[in-house]
């Protein structure tokens, strides 16, 4: 059973920076696949990016492609999401997730994919 736990989401102005935290227990979520998807007021919750076991290889949503950059420390069984030049659209609840015993680089963007979810953390970007 892996428990996961968002951190990091606040108010910010536009064209900010804001790093969010994904920490793990339970599990080492080092062979697990993992990603981060947002669900904005009034809207489904969609794919933001994905990350493979080993970090090598992320994918993201055309949306946030070349603003944010997904990373993670194995060691410290944490995920981050660094989101730069951040935009009111941007606002949404953001969750983590984990696909465990994942053994190559595959990443994962769809809901059903993943296994395990964080409660969530709210980023509200103001214009």
């Known amino acids: 059973q892996v428990q996961l736990e968002e951190s990091g989401g606040t108010l910010v102005q536009a064209g900010s920076s804001l790093r969010l935290s994904c920490a793990a227990s339970?599990?080492?979520?080092?062979?697990?696949?993992m990603g981060w998807f947002r669900q904005a007021p009034g809207k489904e919750r969609e794919f933001v990016g994905a990350?493979?076991?080993?970090?090598?290889?992320?994918r993201y949503s055309d949306s946030v492609a070349g603003r944010f950059t997904i990373s993670r420390d194995n060691a410290k069984n944490t995920m981050y999401l660094q989101m730069n030049s951040l935009k009111p659209e941007d606002t949404a609840f953001y969750y983590c997730?984990?696909?465990?015993?994942?053994?190559?680089?595959?990443?994962?963007?769809?809901?059903?994919?993943?296994?395990?979810w964080g409660q969530g953390t709210q980023v509200i970007v103001s214009s």
């Open positions: 339970g599990h080492p979520i080092s062979n697990s696949a």
């Open positions: 990350i493979s076991w080993s970090g090598a290889t992320s």
């Open positions: 997730a984990a696909r465990t015993f994942v053994f190559n680089s595959k990443l994962y963007s769809r809901e059903s994919e993943y296994m395990y």
